[in-house]
């Protein structure tokens, strides 16, 4: 069973475009994140929610909005792809705040390509 | 404020050890380690809490200096499995935001 899991793993597609990532996690936990890794690494976390309230909201563009159901899901979606946007995005669950004592749970990414 | 990491790159042989380190411009309230291999996702490997807090996994063992707002990762006898990508994430006092730091890429040679 796979604790954190995202679909789809692989996007390619236009910009200007709509796409959406998926990400559940089955371990119970009540924070859930986003985090999108560019092409030289760079892990910055993009939003988190706290039992499906919103409690990170980084500096993202507006046309990326985070939605959460339930405490087990944690969807993302982006509208009007651009250039920029091509990362790995991954999703990822806390039983407690990762600055605190928080362990991560990643998922195995989304690689998203905009052409 | 992101975290800067040294070396961003290291080779070794295999059986060398190697120093990790994470500065932050800010006062830490926790320090966590994470390595990611290519094309997979980061993995846990530990978290400092206290300042002056020293942490073990296997051969590889963290340090976390409140004052100096560092920490710095240790691994021992590398083993051809180390090698992949390391991350510090770092937390401020009041801020409970998880902030990664630049990265260190490992390689372990035979």
């Known amino acids: ?115 | 404020q992101q975290p800067v990491q040294s070396p961003q790159a290291v080779i070794l042989r295999e059986g060398e050890d190697a120093v990790i380190n994470c500065s932050s411009s800010k006062a830490l309230y926790s320090v966590h380690w994470y390595r990611q291999k290519h094309g997979e996702a980061p993995v846990f490997l530990m978290i400092l809490l206290k300042g002056g807090e020293q942490k073990g996994h296997d051969k590889i063992s963290a340090s976390f200096n409140e004052k100096k707002q560092q920490s710095s990762l240790y691994l021992t006898a590398s083993q051809l499995s180390y090698s992949g990508t390391y991350f510090c994430g770092t937390a401020n006092f009041g801020n409970e935001k998880l902030t990664f730091g630049t990265g260190t890429r490992l390689t372990i040679i035979p």
């Open chain 1, 1 to 115: 069973d796979t604790a954190v899991s995202q679909t789809p793993k692989y996007l390619v597609t236009q910009m200007g475009n709509d796409k959406s990532i998926k990400c559940e996690q089955n371990l119970g936990h009540d924070t859930m994140y986003w985090y999108k890794q560019d092409s030289k690494k760079f892990l910055k976390i993009m939003f988190s929610y706290n039992n499906k309230e919103l409690i990170i909201n980084e500096t993202v563009p507006n046309r990326f909005s985070p939605k959460s159901p339930d405490k087990a899901h944690l969807n993302l979606h982006i509208n009007s792809l651009e250039l920029g946007d091509s990362a790995v995005y991954f999703c990822a669950s806390s039983q407690r705040l990762a600055g605190g004592t928080g362990e991560l749970f990643f998922g195995e990414g989304s690689r998203l390509t905009v052409l």
